[in-house]
């Protein structure tokens, strides 16, 4: 996307210090073309963002599992364990 800005921004600059008539109307074309593909690209990247917040919402992983409040030498191997497993998330 960051490339269709730049191309749209390179034809309005292109339109912007056109002198005759025939070159101001072959940047405009060249403007609208960029204008038209940086907008058809917003439009796909925001498609893309919509259906990866409705994927999150469906793929939600419920996890109770919470770590001992204190430690004591018999759990303290079984909460490494635990505090192990939750940072894979």
Same mark, same amino acid.
């Given at each position: 996307?960051?490339?269709? &800005?730049?191309? %749209?921004?390179?034809?309005?600059?292109?339109?912007?210090?056109? !002198?005759?008539? !025939?070159?101001?109307?072959?940047? &405009?074309?060249?403007?609208? !073309?960029?204008?038209?593909?940086?907008?058809?690209? %917003?439009?796909?990247?925001? +498609?893309?963002?919509?259906?990866?917040?409705?994927?999150? +919402?469906? %793929? %939600?992983?419920?996890?109770?599992?919470?770590?001992?409040?204190?430690?004591?030498?018999?759990?303290?191997?079984?909460?490494?364990?635990?505090?192990?497993?939750?940072?894979?998330?």
């Amino acid at each position: 996307m960051a490339a269709k &800005l730049r191309y %749209f921004d390179q034809a309005l600059a292109a339109y912007r210090i056109a !002198k005759s008539a !025939k070159k101001r109307e072959e940047t &405009l074309y060249s403007a609208h !073309k960029a204008g038209s593909d940086l907008t058809f690209a %917003f439009g796909q990247m925001r +498609q893309r963002l919509e259906v990866e917040e409705r994927e999150s +919402q469906v %793929f %939600f992983i419920y996890d109770p599992t919470t770590p001992p409040f204190h430690l004591t030498q018999d759990n303290a191997s079984s909460c490494q364990l635990q505090v192990a497993s939750n940072d894979r998330r």
